[in-house]
């Protein structure tokens, strides 16, 4: 799958999936710049544009940052929005705090990064969120993730309607567990061969940022390997 010179910004670059993204990005020919609220990796990431220290919950954050991508690719074709955070809490004994926060992460660092990119995303343009395989049918300590995810994929459905006239599509991967280090720490009797790794969800993001996956809109797609 090619990308041929496709300006992508990638936000939660710095991250797990987010490395992973730019790299396979990066490998398909793109440009990519990835936007982070971590600091920059001091090594940086290939030839990926670092921008880090950046809250995207913040629409001037976002603007700024969003602008600053497009100005170093020389334009934007496509949006990727990773930046994101799970947190296991009962209702029972949890906090309502953790609801916003996680509405913050999950969905307002989306909104904001993708009312930022509009301005300079075209026809053919796309945004990819990632919302979660777990909110489609959520078990007990998840409700506030859940519900911030579940957010990411009516938000997804919205904008994709909103955005055809402007032939900019929309869609959403809904991953369950990824083979991440901290996953495996929280997990560590679990079968790690049956989740999905982050390079082979990356490659499920290069494909919707490919031509070949032009006629994909409002879709919510699980990515759940064999879990
Ligand atoms: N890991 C899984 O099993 C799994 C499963 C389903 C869905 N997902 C989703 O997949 C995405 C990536 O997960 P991951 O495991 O790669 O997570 P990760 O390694 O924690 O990476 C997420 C990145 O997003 C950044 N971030 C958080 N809040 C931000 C903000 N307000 N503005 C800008 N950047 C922000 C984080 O920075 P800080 O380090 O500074 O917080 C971090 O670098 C998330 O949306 C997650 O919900 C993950």
Known sequence: MQLDHLRVAITGGFGALGLAAVQAALAAGARVAAIDRAPAPSAGIGAASCIGGVDLADPA???????????????????????????????????????????????????????????????????????????????????????????VMRFTESLAEELKERDITVNALLPSILDTPPNRADMPKADFARWVKPEQLADVIVFLLSKQSSAITGALIPVTGRV
Do not use: C, P
């Open 61 to 151: 954050a976002a603007a700024n940052a969003l602008d600053t991508a497009a100005k170093a690719m020389g334009g934007l074709d496509a949006l990727v929005n990773i930046a994101g955070m799970f947190r296991y809490e009962s209702v029972t004994d949890g906090n309502a705090d953790t609801w916003d926060l996680l509405y913050r992460v999950n969905l307002r660092t989306a909104v904001a990064a993708s009312q930022a990119a509009l301005k300079h995303l075209h026809a053919g343009g796309r945004i990819i969120n990632i919302g979660a395989a777990s909110a489609l049918k959520a078990g007990a300590g998840v409700a506030a993730y859940t519900a911030s995810k579940s957010g």
